[in-house]
């Protein structure tokens, strides 16, 4: 793994008395689309922003490409500025025009270049941050749950979309995710991080497009759920479900 | 099993209605008319205890003859002759103090050593009232036009410093965040993004300076000034002419609103992304 676009050593990080990180080691190759999962507060996002340089670890070292882009559960558009704006913001000149349009032809809001975000649904405004950090072209891509805040409907066709456009484009990807069917149906790998480390690391080796109801994904997905502690004899209802199947 | 309905009949008898609790919607011009009663009211009695002789012309001028004082200022040229006196004075007052506070509200908005650095000595400064510095001002700089907008720029500072300064640190850290990660730092993300989004608050302290500046320019006029709208009300004092004095404050009313609609007119132009509203789904 000499070409890894990112590169984490023995990374430390508490908050007080409690350690989220303890001593990690990942490696995430080009192109790789990476899952991370875990239930809340277990440091999955302390991980993402320790990628983007939001935050330092107190032990370890962290080595990330120079373009690296980040997709947060808000859209998080300067309302100041029309939607093209906010896609090539802070890349300088006209050069960027071109690309941002593309960019918003392919996230399917070419129509929208001249509003204001005020008046995008949550679909599109998070769409337009979808935009915003794919023009750059980024080797790293950080997904800090993007699809959280939409509703059920929206989610579906986001991921759709997210999948289409990083097969296209290939960055690295690290998805931050609570959500086990989202991981399944996306990344070439899941990770499940649980008490400051990884308790399951495995590569989901299923053909796309994935049926989010295939066999090999309910496979995976039992593992995942256990990992996660939301295994089948302590969830009563799925027991249940199982019993009687 | 037995199931216990929590309602044993749904009877007619113990249905009702909900009582409507959402906004009622008004006529807008009963609204508009409502509005306008109590000030139209207030003119007619003006006008009706002033000519009634129930109320002395000592005491109160009226209608009648403030309007013949205004037709002797027109007339004279003077009244434009003090108007522009005063908007420059006023002018040039507003905008050094409102310029250094913006750019002093701003470097303590966004940096943890601009706001280490300004803020608490700018909040001392903020509580002495501005009317203290006078004669100190006039031991300086004398009685002329620098005292005159030195004043004013010290009593429109304070206003702007502060809702700049609550602007910037009210705008949205999250969005900040993100767009530093895309790349813009510096004097490009303070213009580009933060001031933007200050706007409304800076918009609205720039309606308080305004208002500010016209009393200072009541005590920067009372002297060493031979014209200006504050000239106005020290000559009326002086000459007890009842007249001037409800002029003056008829003169600065107008003023007031004038300023307003101005303000109204540039919030709706300077943020048109305010204009839309919101169609979120």
């Known amino acids: 793994m000499s070409d890894a676009v990112v590169r984490l050593r023995g990374i430390r990080k508490s908050f007080g008395d409690r350690t989220v990180l303890d001593g990690i080691d990942l490696d995430i190759a080009p192109g790789e689309f990476v899952a991370l999962l875990g239930p809340s507060g277990t440091g999955k996002t302390t991980l993402l922003r320790l990628l983007s340089g939001l935050q330092r670890a107190d032990a370890g070292t962290v080595l990330v490409p120079e373009v690296r882009t980040v997709v947060y559960q808000e859209p998080r558009l300067v309302q100041a500025r029309r939607v093209l704006a906010n896609v090539t913001i802070g890349q300088r000149g006209k050069a960027a025009r071109g690309p941002g349009l593309a960019a918003l032809a392919e996230v399917g809001l070419a129509d929208k270049a001249r509003s204001w975000p005020a008046t995008l649904s949550g679909g599109e405004a998070q769409r337009v941050a979808l935009a915003r950090a794919l023009v750059r072209q980024p080797e790293l891509l950080l997904l800090d749950e993007p699809f959280a805040a939409l509703d059920a409907l929206t989610r579906l066709q986001m991921q759709e979309l997210v999948a289409e456009l990083c097969a296209a484009h290939r960055p690295a990807v690290l998805l931050v995710t609570h959500d086990v069917d989202e991981a399944l149906l996306l990344a070439d790998r899941a990770i499940v991080l649980r008490d400051g480390g990884f308790a399951l690391d495995r590569r989901i080796d299923v053909p796309r497009p994935r049926d989010r109801d295939g066999h090999a994904v309910i496979a995976h997905r039992k593992d995942y759920l256990a990992a996660l502690g939301v295994s089948p004899d302590r969830s009563p209802r799925r027991s249940d479900e199982h019993a009687h199947a | ?281």
Request: hydrophobic letters at 50%; charged letters at 15%; glycine letters at 10%.
């Open chain 2, 1 to 281: 099993m037995t199931v216990t309905p929590l309602r044993a009949t749904p009877a007619a008898a113990g249905l009702a209605e909900p009582e409507f609790l959402g906004e009622k919607s008004r006529n807008r011009w009963l609204s508009l008319a409502l509005r306008a009663s109590v000030p139209t009211l207030l003119l007619v009695a003006w006008w009706y205890t002033t000519s009634r002789g129930l109320v002395s012309t000592e005491v109160l001028a009226s209608p009648g003859q403030v309007v013949r004082a205004f037709g002797e200022l027109v007339e004279t040229g003077q009244l434009w002759d003090y108007a522009l006196a005063s908007f420059r004075r006023a002018g040039l007052g507003v905008g050094i103090g409102v310029g250094v506070a913006l750019v002093l509200g701003l470097v303590s908005g966004l940096t943890r050593l601009g706001e280490e650095l300004v803020d608490a000595t700018v909040q001392i400064v903020r509580v002495v009232p501005f009317l203290a510095l006078v004669p100190l001002f006039i031991s300086w700089f004398g009685v002329d036009e620098a005292f005159k907008v030195a004043l004013i720029a010290v009593s429109s500072a304070s206003p702007m410093y502060a809702y700049t300064y609550l602007g910037v640190r009210s705008v949205d850290r999250k969005v900040i965040e993100a767009v530093r990660g895309f790349g813009l730092r510096g004097t490009r993300l303070a213009i580009g993004v933060i001031l933007p989004s200050a706007l409304p608050n800076i918009l609205m302290a720039l309606r308080i300076c305004l208002g500010i500046s016209l009393v200072g320019l009541i005590a920067a006029e009372q002297v060493g000034a031979t014209e200006g709208i504050g000239y106005l009300v020290t000559l009326a004092q002086q000459y007890y002419r009842n007249d001037y004095m409800v002029l003056c404050i008829v003169i600065y009313a107008a003023i007031g609103i004038g300023v307003d609609l101005v303000i109204r007119l540039v919030e709706r132009t300077a943020m048109p992304w305010r204009r839309h509203g919101t169609a979120s789904g």
